[in-house]
């Protein structure tokens, strides 16, 4: 077992939205991660996924707003500190994010050594410019991307380029914990790749010590995460490690999911594809018993009725549904057939 | 850089061209009103002379001055020679006064009037409309309504409500007139004064007018600027917001460069009204009276002015919005 880098205890998060309502996005979610390793975070839009990303940096403005739980970086309980010491002690040098939308988030009337120099200066006022232009020439070239890219405009480059670059600022002050929501998404097969490879080599060289993943890519997961965790309305459903989540999801919505994809795994094409009927409920209303039991082609009446708290199984696996692991894993076996 | 001067030889191309068709427009549209200009000064000249044999002489003889006796295109030739010399002829309603005489004395009213007046408004519309985005609450729900308001007010109804308040209920500014009519242009304290208190009736009804179109524009901007993800990605690195807000409002504040140069540029075609309501002495003034006297040279010498700013500012805004915006930039070199 591994030194532990994140951990995080019944977080509850909350936006508040222009009516004044309140939509828990963040059910009472816990998590921990050990160094070295990475989590993947799976789940429809708009099942709290980003919302999830954006909470775990302690750091909240409105619409988002926290409700309860602990966050605990590297032994330093966060959710206790005042916004502005998060904000310089560790946002971006403890815990680093990667915005879902690379394309729009470098400014586009500055460079980007400009930016830069203005994200360390945040945490470090006394470096000197040419201490930061050294510095990310560094780790810019370590990183296999052109040092040239430092004194472009964001519009000057390519998309891939772009979501890179971000990847590279983000993590210019090493932090123990980089959170990476969809940093893949809206690019090709071959920017992807390159992401990927970024984002390993990046922990291979340990200048990140843990990494969070978020998609909706599962077999992305697969390739690159050590566990995952499949989110639904808000709350986790399902935690275990990746080869078990794509071989063998207990939870009716994990295996709804894994389903409704193509594995690239020997005996692929022979797999049928499913999808699962209807939309995630209204968190502005969540429902009273199992989230997903309107969905849920298994539920009976128990379902609708209570709600239904995380269980272990197995080793280290947990999942949330009343129906017994084995019960589940028998019927799947069943519809197989 | 290539491409840079590509794109510039091309837009200076445009340029000429503009200017040359708007030149002749400038020659021919005054020319099509259906008016005698000599009919006009004879009004004034040959009053109380009963001849008609006299007045028959005057006539003709202001027509062969004028050189209106000779075809069109002589005219316009005659008037293309003389405008690349700089010289713009003798105005027909204040003849024998010279049209460049009456420019430059004009123009200098106008300019003293409108550039202060255009800036100020300028600064404290965008000051105000960033502040409404940034705070928000209260300040922007008194400051939007406002705003829409004044800019739908008519520069003519900002400058008689102001005019009827405080030049002729409240007696503390005169009337009209750039300065006192019972004083001679000097460098004096009293001519000075004077010439300060005539000014800012139609200083403040420009400003006033132009804040709230520029704060809307700016408060618009900003807020869009604001919900952009790299304030959001900024912020979540740690950046400081002192710096955030940089960036926020040198982004917002582009589009309204465009505003600023292009309202610098029309000034001249804005100043009319404001000129007119306080009969200040600028351009705008002389464009009026240029116009109901049948004033060809004159109203050609005006608006050629007018066309050539308006066409300075817009190749300044091409250079200048490309040294700011790096994504003009990048179109340009393309």
């Given at each position: 077992?591994?030194?532990?880098?994140?951990?995080?205890?019944?977080?509850?998060?909350?936006?508040?939205?222009?009516?004044?309502?309140?939509?828990?996005?963040?059910?009472?979610?816990?998590?921990?991660?050990?160094?070295?390793?990475?989590?993947?975070?799976?789940?429809?839009?708009?099942?709290?996924?980003?919302?999830?990303?954006?909470?775990?940096?302690?750091?909240?403005?409105?619409?988002?707003?926290?409700?309860?739980?602990?966050?605990?970086?590297?032994?330093?309980?966060?959710?206790?500190?005042?916004?502005?010491?998060?904000?310089?002690?560790?946002?971006?040098?403890?815990?680093?994010?990667?915005p879902q939308a690379a394309m729009n988030a470098l400014n586009p009337t500055q460079r980007i050594i400009s930016f830069?120099?203005?994200?360390?200066?945040?945490?470090?006022p006394e470096m000197s410019r040419k201490e930061i232009y050294e510095s990310a020439r560094k780790r810019f070239e370590e990183l296999n991307l052109s040092p040239a890219v430092l004194e472009k405009y964001p519009v000057e480059l390519s998309g891939g380029m772009k979501q890179r670059t971000v990847i590279a600022i983000s993590t210019i002050l090493s932090p123990k914990v980089l959170i990476a929501d969809e940093p893949s998404s809206a690019l090709d097969v071959t920017s992807q790749k390159m992401v990927i490879r970024m984002l390993k080599n990046l922990m291979e060289k340990g200048y990140i010590k843990?990494?969070?993943?978020?998609?909706?890519?599962?077999?992305?997961?697969?390739?690159?995460?050590?566990?995952?965790?499949?989110?639904?309305?808000?709350?986790?459903?399902?935690?275990?490690?990746?080869?078990?989540?794509?071989?063998?999801?207990?939870?009716?919505?994990?295996?709804?999911?894994?389903?409704?994809?193509?594995?690239?795994?020997?005996?692929?094409?022979?797999?049928?594809?499913?999808?699962?009927?209807?939309?995630?409920?209204?968190?502005k209303k969540p429902p009273a018993g199992c989230r997903f039991a309107e969905r849920c082609k298994y539920a009976f009446n128990e379902c609708k009725a209570n709600a239904v708290g995380l269980k272990d199984f197995d080793e280290g696996r947990s999942y949330r549904c009343l129906i017994d692991s084995a019960r589940l894993r028998e019927v799947y076996k069943n519809e197989q057939q | 850089?290539?491409?840079?001067?590509?794109?510039?030889?091309?837009?200076?191309?445009?340029?000429?061209?503009?200017?040359?068709?708007?030149?002749?427009?400038?020659?021919?549209?005054?020319?099509?009103?259906?008016?005698?200009?000599?009919?006009?000064?004879?009004?004034?000249?040959?009053?109380?002379?009963?001849?008609?044999?006299?007045?028959?002489?005057?006539?003709e003889n202001?027509?062969?001055?004028?050189?209106?006796?000779?075809?069109?295109?002589?005219?316009?030739?005659?008037?293309?020679?003389?405008?690349?010399?700089?010289?713009?002829?003798?105005?027909?309603?204040?003849?024998?006064?010279?049209?460049?005489?009456?420019?430059?004395?004009?123009?200098?009213?106008?300019i003293g009037l409108q550039m202060p007046a255009i800036i100020v408004g300028w600064l404290l519309g965008n000051i105000l409309g960033a502040l409404a985005a940034y705070i928000r609450k209260g300040f922007d729900k008194l400051l939007m309504p406002l705003s829409l308001f004044l800019s739908c007010v008519p520069a003519f109804g900002m400058a008689v409500i102001l005019l009827g308040l405080f030049a002729v209920k409240l007696k503390i500014f005169p009337v009209a007139g750039g300065y006192g009519f019972d004083l001679i242009p000097t460098f004096s304290w009293k001519f000075i004064k004077s010439i300060l208190l005539h000014y800012q009736l139609p200083f403040w009804s420009i400003v006033i007018i132009s804040i709230g179109g520029q704060a809307i524009g700016m408060r618009s901007m900003s807020i869009y600027e604001l919900n952009a993800d790299y304030v959001k990605y900024s912020r979540y690195l740690g950046v400081k917001d002192r710096k955030i807000v940089r960036y926020v409002f040198r982004n917002a504040m582009l589009p309204q460069v465009t505003g600023l140069a292009l309202s610098l540029g029309t000034m001249v075609g804005g100043a009319l009204?404001?000129?007119?309501?306080?009969?200040?002495?600028?351009?705008?003034?002389?464009?009026?009276?240029a116009v109901t006297a049948s004033d060809y040279p004159l109203l050609s010498a005006a608006t050629l002015i007018i066309t050539i700013m308006v066409l300075v500012a817009n190749f300044a805004i091409d250079i200048i919005y490309g040294l700011i915006d790096p994504r003009v930039k990048a179109t340009q070199f393309e």
């Open positions: 077992m591994g030194k532990t880098i994140l951990e995080v205890k019944d977080l509850t998060t909350k936006y508040i939205t222009r009516f004044r309502e309140d939509v828990y996005a963040v059910d009472h979610v816990s998590l921990s991660l050990e160094e070295g390793k990475s989590l993947g975070i799976a789940g429809e839009s708009g099942c709290g996924k980003s919302t999830l990303a954006l909470s775990l940096m302690g750091y909240y403005f409105p619409p988002l707003h926290y409700v309860s739980g602990e966050i605990i970086i590297d032994g330093k309980n966060i959710s206790k500190m005042d916004p502005d010491t998060i904000r310089k002690n560790i946002l971006g040098k403890e815990i680093a994010y990667i830069i120099e203005d994200v360390i200066h945040a945490h470090y843990s990494m969070i993943f978020i998609t909706h890519e599962l077999p992305l997961l697969y390739n690159v995460t050590d566990d995952i965790m499949v989110m639904y309305a808000g709350q986790i459903v399902e935690k275990s490690t990746a080869k078990d989540m794509i071989f063998d999801p207990i939870h009716p919505y994990s295996k709804g999911l894994m389903g409704s994809i193509i594995v690239p795994e020997a005996g692929a094409r022979n797999t049928k594809l499913t999808a699962i009927p209807g939309t995630p409920p209204n968190l | 850089m290539k491409g840079y001067r590509k794109y510039f030889a091309k837009k200076l191309l445009w340029f000429f061209l503009t200017l040359i068709i708007a030149f002749v427009l400038n020659f021919v549209l005054p020319r099509l009103m259906p008016a005698d200009p000599i009919a006009n000064i004879m009004s004034r000249t040959a009053r109380g002379i009963n001849e008609s044999a006299a007045t028959r002489a005057m006539y202001y027509v062969k001055a004028f050189g209106l006796d000779k075809p069109a295109i002589v005219q316009f030739t005659t008037y293309v020679r003389n405008a690349f010399r700089g010289d713009f002829g003798q105005s027909f309603s204040q003849y024998p006064r010279k049209v460049n005489d009456i420019i430059s004395n004009a123009i200098l009213w106008t009204v404001a000129e007119t309501v306080f009969s200040y002495p600028g351009l705008g003034t002389t464009i009026l009276k």
